[in-house]
């Protein structure tokens, strides 16, 4: 009867201890560390990026960082060298090659715009959005008078900062 007692004890134990290491093992309660990455965006544009391609000398680029945990997204660009002002532009979905869909609010220009100028703003993006931007599915553009479908066009890359 001891021996039974002293068993069933032992198996009592074996089984809390058990439980203690399974529990602390658990992964469901850390941070995910691929939330808390950080990313640098960058891309430069050109005509030849267009579909279909557009002749001419102008160019752009964009810079900026996308924070993971907030899913903020923080860009400059530049352009030089249009036709004349932009008329419009954006962020867009779509791989290298391939006419995509608007992502965001598109960009608007005042009066003031010349044919060479910055853009700066913040977007918080979608989980989907983070998604396509992190697979380089994105790329931004610009429209002009004279080309009202895009002049220049940059696909972006997302690098992540160590």
Wanted: with cysteine; proline share 3%.
């Amino acid at each position: 009867m001891k021996m039974e007692k002293w068993r069933a004890m032992l198996m009592a134990i074996v089984v809390i201890a058990s439980s203690a290491v399974m529990v602390s093992c658990d992964d469901d309660d850390d941070d995910d560390p691929i939330a808390e990455r950080t990313y640098t965006i960058s891309g430069d544009a050109a005509g030849g990026q267009v579909v279909p391609p557009v002749e001419g000398t102008g160019s752009g680029t964009i810079s900026g960082t996308y924070n993971a945990t907030t899913r903020q997204l923080s860009y400059t660009n530049t352009w030089n060298g249009l036709t004349g002002a932009p008329t419009g532009g954006g962020f867009y979905h779509g791989a290298t090659g391939v006419n995509g869909t608007a992502v965001g609010t598109p960009w608007t220009f005042d009066g003031t715009a010349t044919e060479t100028g910055t853009n700066s703003g913040t977007m918080t993006l979608t989980e989907a959005q983070a998604d396509q931007l992190l697979a380089g599915d994105w790329y931004y553009g610009y429209n002009t008078a004279t080309n009202t479908n895009g002049e220049v066009r940059g696909q972006i890359t997302a690098t992540e900062v160590d």
